[in-house]
Every structure is written in C-alpha cells, then in structure tokens.
C-alpha cells in the first residue's frame, strides 16, 4: 500500500504515518486508514457495529495537516465525522448490512469522512450536502474478504472509505456537483444499500446524545464478535487454574445473525475456531497471531479440531447491542465448565480503566518507536485541544520506523511463539523465539523457524548492506594481521568472529554518537559484517597457522622459512645437525644472520623460543621413526631457505 501511494506521487501536503514522507491528503487517508484497521484491535461501536475511528481519524489528520487547522478543530471533525457514520449506521440497519453482505464501517464511514473533511474545509451546508451526496456515489465495501487469508482486503475497507470521503469533500469544495439529498427520492442509500430504512437514527437526539463515548476498547486482535468469547474462556481458565492440555473441546454459542461472521472462515482474524484455540493456548490473541499459522502448534491444532461454533437463535434478542457469549470447556477429567458473557471488557458496560487503556497503548507502541517518542505521541494526543497546528503530532506520526527514531529494544521482541504443550503461560506472560517449541524432523523445524519467526520480519530487515560488508572488510583485514603476528609468534591460531562483533558495536555506537552514522546495525547486517570479517581470520589463524606447524612436523625441521623471518616476528639461526638421514645439509638450512632489531633484549626471548622450537621438532622426529619407511622417504624434504 505504501509503495502504491509513493508511486502515484502527489502533493507532499499530508503525513504518510510511520513512512518518513508527505503525499496528498486523497492518498494519505487511503493508505493510513488501511493501516488504522490492519491490526483489527482499534475501538469499535458495538450495536453499530463499526469501526469509525478507523476511518475518520486518518481523514481529519490528512485534511487538517492540508488546511493547516488547530487541534481543536481537528478534534471536532472527528467528533462529527464519528458521529456521522454512527448515525448512518444505524439508519441502515447494521444487521441488514451485514445480510446483504456489505461492511458498515466502510458503507456507512465514507459519510463520517465526508462529513469530517467537509467541516475541515469550511463547506457551507450547501456544499456539505453535495459531499455527503457524493460520498454516497462512491460508498463501497464487501464482506468478501472474509474469504482472503491474507488480511489485506479487510483493511482496505476503511482505508477507501476515507479516501472516498476525502474525495467528495475535495470535489464539493471545488464546486463539482452531487446529490444533495443521499437519504431521500428514488435512488436513495437506504435503497442501495441495506433495503431497511430507519432515517429517523440520522438527527434523532442531534447535538444532545453523542456516539464517541459508547465506542469499546479492544483487547484481542480480533474480531469483537470473538471478544466475549474469549474472556469467558480466559476467565475459566484463569478461575480453574486450567492448561490446555486439560481441555478436550470447546463450544461457543453465539446469536444465529452474527455467527456467520465468525464461523470457519479462511480468515483467521473472524474465525471463531482458531481465535479461541489460540487464546486457550496463549492467553491473548495479538497481531503476531493472526500473521502467523498458529495450528502448527499440536495443541492450537487439536483444540481446533474439536471446537463448534453453535448459532444460537435464543441469543438474537439482545443482538446487536450485545455480543452475548456462551463458552463450554469439556475437560478430560469428565467435567464440563460453562461461562456467559454479555459484555465483553473495555466496552461502556464492562470498561477498563484508565491504566489499562495506557498499558495497551505501551504494549502496541513497544515494539515499533522507542519510549520516548511514544510518550511524546502520547502528550501530543492529550493536550491536542489545546495545540495551535498539527505540525508536532503529525512530525512524530510521520518518523520513519527503523529510522533515527528506531526502537531500542530487539527487533524480536513482541513475536511470542509458544510455550510447550503442558505449559502454557498466562496472559501476562510472553515467551520469545521459543524453538523448543517446534515440533518434526530436523526439516521441519527449520522450515517451522522460517515460515513463523523469519519470514515477514527477518526478510524484511537489512541484511547484506554495503556498510555490513565494508565494516567485516576493514575489520577481517586488520585482524587478519594481528592473527599472524600472534600466530607466528606463539603457534596460535584464533578465529575473529566474536572479535569482530565487538568492534563492530563499539565502533558503529561511536559513530552513532558523534552523528555519522544515522541508524543502527541490525542483527542480520550484522552477520553479514561477522561472515565477511571471520573469512579473513580464519583463513589466517585456522590455516595458515595450522599449516605451519604441520609444515614444521612433517618436515622433521625446527627452522622457519626465510619469508616468516622477515616478518620480523621468529628470528632464526643454524641448528646443529640432528643426525637424521632426511635433514637437508647444514649448510642448506644455515639461516642469516639476525636483524638488528632482534639483537639486544630480543635475544633472551629468541633463545627461549629456539629451545621451545626444538623441542617440538625432536619430539617429531621421535614420532616420525614410528613411521613406514615408504611413507617416510616419499614425504616433503626440509627445503633450504
């Protein structure tokens, strides 16, 4: 979605969020009201059944930031535009919408975001009028992607109901005309739409009763139809101190007219028999779970299984204004829990607290900005009433992700796989990159690892980067000559890759501080620059090393050849001849003379080294007259130097 609004250009007038860059208004509030409903954990109208936040938030930041409005006025378009869509909403009848296999929140919120931009851009009621007309020219949204496992067609939804809505608003602005009465004559919405009309919902109460404060919080990253559900059976678990081990199946009862929302779908965020396995399992449903195929886990799979979903008739009459939830545990002991919920927590009825709200902010910041910009964000949002412009709010909405604003914390952290069977965690608790919990052959471990912890993180992070590779370079070329010194010196070979990581850090921090470099290394660069550093310190402490000293045994010889004497680093001078019929003359293996350097205080410690030299050459010899005489007149000469 990102790289579709960057190739389409644009004015760079509003704030594509958490991109680093500006685009027109139209396509900003396309692409960031996708994102407002990607995670499916945004505030939700219950009896309404809409998510108009989603929509006109993106529209009133995107409108505003263009008109350069205040905070309060931005903050009373989304009022009005959630009021909207609220309205419409019910006019229509949400259940019939949802009949006739429309989405309100895109249907009905392209009103709330014509109506939200029309009053950003000062429309006269006139003018209004045509946008809400033209709004309902392009009002659009299926259901169909409930059949899309990849959870991108559900959120563009309400990203093209903000766009849609946007647009009027631009084109009744300009003096485009429309139809100025969407809800009467001929061809009405209520027609189109929904085939039920209760236009009295649209002004009944205007002014006096407002919609925003009976929106819910919620806490699963799915479905809210799933919401009741899932704290029913959390709470029996919590209550009975219950694992899923425990449990053999489980049954949900939920009002016939909404079940099939949540009956089995393909996708996995509205389907009732994973989300309930998976928060059985887990103890939440996040973002992370709805991404990745929990069912690999044996207890996610078999609980799915076994679940049902019944489509209760008796639980219709209080539907859509309560989600009421009927959970049954049958455990393998032979007992049978049951648990009804009417409200799920953080609606009007069953609220959650101010604390609560703010953990739930902190938990869903963490993983992408540092703390100190979530805060910022947050203080931003607090006293928006009171700012004179959006520039601060929409400056820090706007910061790149992995940019100079990146999260200090790892990038792993937030993934949560599981636990192993028989010990699952509670809500409260959170696992990273557990791999003993994959289960298979060596295979398909590794394909479990890459399929739900690499693939849509690791793939998407930097990774052989110039920066990695000249960084590994200069390092490997560095340590590769201290490698030799020490190996030349002492016989010892080392190989530099833990080196090589510390450097790196020290190094890359320092020029993080000073300003040079603008973002961190991430651990995957940073393999890269460890591959590319070690190959030199192996190559020369694992090999070359190592090869000198065989190169000393085979060859019954304690001198040094002459191109390592020059290094300066093991003097040599004449042996004595050994007696040993494969040594070359002594006169072929007489060394030069020492240079001046080595001469003076040097020479204790070349005497010391000869003598330890010798010794290992004798004790080769030794081990060479246990040799076949074959072997050992076919094998390398001592060579003159």
Same mark, same amino acid.
């Given at each position: 979605m990102m790289r579709f609004v960057r190739e389409l250009g644009g004015t760079r007038e509003s704030t594509l969020v958490g991109q680093g860059a500006r685009t027109s208004c139209v396509d900003a509030a396309l692409a960031n009201g996708t994102l407002a409903y990607y995670c499916d954990i945004e505030?939700?109208?219950?009896?309404?059944?809409?998510?108009?936040? *989603?929509?006109?938030?993106?529209?009133?930041?995107?409108?505003?930031?263009?008109? $350069?409005?205040? #905070?309060?006025?931005?903050?009373?378009?989304?009022?009005?535009?959630? %009021?909207?869509?609220?309205?419409?909403? =019910?006019?229509?009848?949400?259940?019939?919408?949802?009949?006739?296999?429309?989405?309100?929140?895109?249907? *009905? @919120?392209?009103?709330?975001?014509?109506?939200?931009?029309?009053?950003?851009?000062?429309?006269?009621? %006139?003018?209004?009028?045509?946008?809400?007309?033209?709004?309902?020219?392009q009002a659009s949204g299926l259901l169909a992607w409930a059949n899309d496992p990849t959870e991108h067609s559900r959120p563009l939804n309400p990203g093209l109901a903000a766009r849609n809505g946007t647009t009027a608003a631009c084109l009744a602005r300009l003096g485009f005309g429309g139809p100025a009465t969407p809800f009467e004559g001929k061809y009405d919405a209520f027609t189109a739409f929904s085939g039920s009309a209760n236009p009295d919902a649209l002004a009944d109460g205007w002014g006096e009763r407002f919609h925003l404060p009976d929106?819910?919080?919620?806490?699963?990253?799915?479905?809210?139809?799933?919401?009741?559900?899932?704290?029913?059976?959390?709470?029996?678990? +919590?209550?009975?101190?219950?694992?899923?081990?425990?449990?053999?199946?489980?049954?949900?009862?939920?009002?016939?007219?909404?079940?099939?929302?949540?009956?089995?779908?393909?996708?996995?965020?509205?389907?009732?028999?994973?989300?309930?396995?998976?928060?059985?399992?887990? #103890?939440?449903?996040?973002?992370?779970?709805?991404?990745?195929?929990?069912?690999?886990?044996?207890?996610?799979?078999?609980?799915? /299984?076994?679940?049902?979903?019944?489509?209760?008739?008796?639980?219709?009459?209080?539907?859509?204004?309560?989600?009421?939830?009927?959970? $049954?545990?049958?455990?393998?002991? @032979?007992r049978t829990l049951t648990r009804r919920v009417e409200h799920a927590r953080g609606t009007r009825e069953n609220p959650l607290t101010a604390d609560e709200v703010r953990d739930k902010y902190a938990r869903l910041t963490a993983p992408v900005v540092p703390r100190a910009r979530s805060e910022a964000i947050r203080a931003a949002v607090d006293g928006i009433d009171r700012a004179p412009g959006l520039a601060r709010l929409a400056g820090l909405l706007r910061q790149k992700v992995g940019g100079p604003g990146r999260a200090t914390e790892p990038p792993w952290r937030g993934w949560c796989l599981w636990p192993m069977p028989g010990q699952e965690r509670g809500p409260s608790e959170v696992t990273a990159l557990p791999v003993r919990g994959f289960s298979g052959t060596?295979? $398909?471990?590794?394909?479990?690892?890459?399929?739900?912890? =690499?693939?849509? +993180? #690791?793939?998407?992070?930097?990774?052989?980067?110039? +920066?990695?590779?000249?960084?590994?370079?200069?390092?490997?070329?560095?340590?590769?000559?201290?490698?030799?010194?020490?190996?030349?010196?002492? @016989?010892?070979?080392?190989?530099? *890759?833990?080196?090589?990581?510390?450097?790196?850090?020290?190094?890359?921090?320092?020029?993080?501080?000073?300003?040079?470099?603008?973002?961190?290394?991430?651990?995957?660069?940073?393999?890269?620059?460890?591959?590319?550093?070690?190959?030199?310190?192996?190559?020369?402490?694992?090999?070359?090393?190592?090869?000198?000293?065989?190169?000393?045994?085979?060859?019954?010889?304690?001198?040094?050849? *002459?191109?390592?004497? /020059?290094?300066?680093?093991?003097?040599?001078?004449?042996? +004595?001849?050994?007696?040993?019929?494969? $040594?070359?003359?002594?006169?072929?293996? /007489?060394?030069?003379?020492?240079p001046e350097r080595h001469r003076g205080r040097r020479n204790a410690r070349a005497r010391s080294m000869r003598r330890a030299a010798g010794r290992c050459a004798r004790r080769g010899r030794s081990a060479g007259r246990a040799w076949p005489r074959s072997s050992a007149s076919s094998g390398p000469r001592a060579s003159s130097s």
């Open positions: 505030p939700l109208h219950v009896g309404a059944i809409l998510h108009a936040l *989603a929509v006109v938030v993106p529209t009133s930041l995107a409108v505003a930031e263009r008109e $350069e409005s205040d #905070g309060r006025r931005f903050l009373a378009s989304v009022v009005l535009g959630v %009021e909207v869509a609220t309205r419409v909403s =019910y006019a229509f009848d949400p259940v019939a919408l949802y009949d006739r296999g429309f989405h309100p929140s895109a249907v *009905a @919120g392209v009103f709330g975001a014509a109506a939200a931009a029309g009053y950003l851009f000062r429309l006269s009621p %006139e003018r209004q009028a045509v946008a809400l007309g033209l709004a309902m020219q929106y819910a919080y919620k806490l699963y990253a799915s479905c809210a139809f799933t919401h009741p559900g899932l704290d029913a059976l959390l709470g029996l678990v +919590r209550d009975e101190q219950l694992t899923a081990a425990q449990v053999e199946r489980i049954v949900l009862r939920f009002p016939k007219s909404g079940a099939h929302m949540i009956d089995d779908n393909p996708l996995k965020s509205h389907c009732a028999q994973y989300i309930l396995p998976v928060g059985l399992v887990f #103890g939440r449903v996040i973002i992370d779970d709805i991404l990745f195929d929990r069912t690999r886990h044996p207890e996610v799979a078999r609980l799915r /299984r076994g679940m049902t979903l019944v489509h209760d008739p008796e639980l219709d009459a209080s539907y859509p204004a309560r989600y009421t939830s009927i959970v $049954e545990l049958f455990l393998k002991d @032979g060596p295979e $398909e471990i590794e394909r479990q690892w890459y399929e739900q912890v =690499y693939r849509g +993180r #690791g793939d998407r992070m930097p990774q052989l980067t110039w +920066r990695a590779v000249l960084m590994g370079s200069a390092l490997g070329g560095v340590l590769s000559l201290t490698n030799l010194y020490i190996g030349l010196k002492a @016989g010892w070979g080392f190989g530099v *890759a833990i080196t090589a990581c510390i450097l790196s850090y020290a190094i890359w921090s320092a020029l993080l501080r000073i300003g040079v470099a603008r973002t961190p290394m991430t651990i995957l660069e940073n393999n890269c620059m460890q591959s590319t550093a070690s190959s030199a310190g192996y190559s020369t402490g694992g090999t070359l090393i190592s090869a000198f000293a065989a190169y000393m045994l085979i060859n019954r010889t304690s001198d040094v050849p *002459a191109r390592h004497a /020059r290094l300066g680093v093991l003097p040599r001078r004449a042996r +004595r001849d050994h007696g040993d019929p494969h $040594e070359a003359p002594d006169d072929q293996r /007489r060394a030069a003379p020492l």
